[in-house]
């Protein structure tokens, strides 16, 4: 699945430092704006304790899990949308992503410098919003006068163009994104093909410091995050991300103390990759044998077949059969000898749709 999500912000809100912390890749975080001018972009592998579990009943030679695509890409600036601070070349960055992961500043600190010279995530979010708002407007309109003229003579998907795109616009001019706007299922197929920005789903981020960490709910910065995410159905990450940079190099003995410390029972991180992986609809089945205990990501709605030619072309073009088990019937019943002997064991054909845990085997025949 190559699907990624963008770590968006105001420059100087911890983007590059989470960054480094999820990949390990080092990408510059000095205190000035505009620090990351190209994208980075790196692979992290999504935690999963059902994978751990799997590796201890069947003892493989190797495990391998899943993995995921984070883009960090710089700080955004009032102007953007017209090519301030490098604008220009940070939305098309935006585009390029499937989500966005918008990071906020939840922390004060008189020795890293804010853009816009005080701390206020809620304008920071506002500030972001409008210059994307602004970019999908002026692509709105340009398409309007093209699609107009057909739409005038009656023709049929030129009037439910048009009809979208005036909705579009209304919407912007009242400062509300894509994705905060109704449209039924025909409508929402060409909003999918606009390729907004702002029809992109948001995850924030909100970012404190170590102080905080433990007990985020009473930093007025990320109770006011949280009430705006609230309003747009939207989830909230609370990490430090200095902290996360530092546990993100530690082995898992080192780790456990480290977060013990910081009166915290799971990395912040952990929590981010697998609600931007859930974010983007993307669920995980696993394959199970002696040579190899192997994560899959799939999109949720996926048939077998096509959950199958993600591990080769081969399986999906020649495919049979799925031999299914759950993970939790198979983890109950302790093998896959015990689960198919119970039957738990499942013969799936083409139209199964794929269900997030499934342990399975893929017959084919080329």
């Known amino acids: 699945m190559a699907l990624t999500a963008g770590i968006v912000g105001l420059p100087n809100v911890g983007k590059s ?43 493989p030679k190797k495990t ?11 700080g955004i600036v009032k102007g953007a949308s017209k090519g301030e601070g ?94 905060a706007l109704d449209f039924n299922e025909e409508e929402s197929k060409i909003v999918r093909n606009l390729f907004l920005l702002t029809n992109k789903p948001v995850l924030y981020v909100a970012n404190v410091s170590e102080e905080d960490v433990a007990s985020p709910d009473s930093n007025k910065y990320v109770q006011q995050v949280k009430e ?10 609370v990490v430090c991300a200095r902290a996360e940079e530092e546990i993100a190099e530690l082995d898992d003995a080192d780790k456990a103390e480290f977060l013990e410390a910081l009166g915290i029972e799971e990395s912040g991180l952990d929590k981010l990759i697998r609600s931007a992986y859930s974010l983007l609809g993307l ?5 199970a044998g002696v040579q190899e205990v192997r994560a899959w990501t799939f999109r949720k709605g996926m048939k077998a077949p ?28 302790g093998s896959e000898h015990a689960a198919k002997e119970a039957g738990k064991v499942r013969l799936e054909g083409k139209e199964y ?9 893929f017959r084919f025949n080329v």
């Open 17 to 59: 430092t989470l960054f480094n912390a999820i990949t390990k890749a080092g990408a510059e975080a000095a205190n000035y704006p505009f620090a990351t001018i190209d994208p980075n972009v790196g692979i992290v592998e999504v935690p999963d304790n059902r994978l751990n579990k799997l590796t201890e009943l069947v003892s």
């Open 64 to 74: 391998v899990p899943t993995t995921f695509e984070f883009t960090d890409i710089a």
């Open 86 to 179: 490098l604008g220009n070349k940070f939305l098309s960055h935006i585009r390029q992503v499937d989500a966005i992961c918008h990071v906020t500043r939840c922390f004060e600190d008189e020795n890293i410098t804010h853009v816009e010279g005080r701390v206020d995530p809620l304008d920071d979010i506002a500030t972001i919003n409008l210059e994307l708002i602004l970019a999908d407007l002026e692509s709105v309109e340009k398409r309007i006068g093209r699609v107009e003229k057909m739409a005038k003579q009656k023709d049929k998907e030129a009037v439910a163009e048009f009809n979208v795109l005036t909705k579009l616009k209304e919407g912007f001019l009242n400062d509300k994104p894509a994705r």
């Open 228 to 237: 705006l995410a609230a309003e747009e159905g939207s989830e909230v990450i």
């Open 283 to 287: 669920a995980t089945y696993f394959t």
């Open 306 to 333: 096509e959950c199958a030619g993600i591990i080769h072309t081969d399986f999906e073009r020649g495919f049979i059969r799925a031999e299914v088990v759950s993970y939790d019937d198979l983890v109950e019943y």
């Open 353 to 361: 749709v794929m269900k997030d845990g499934d342990v399975v085997h």
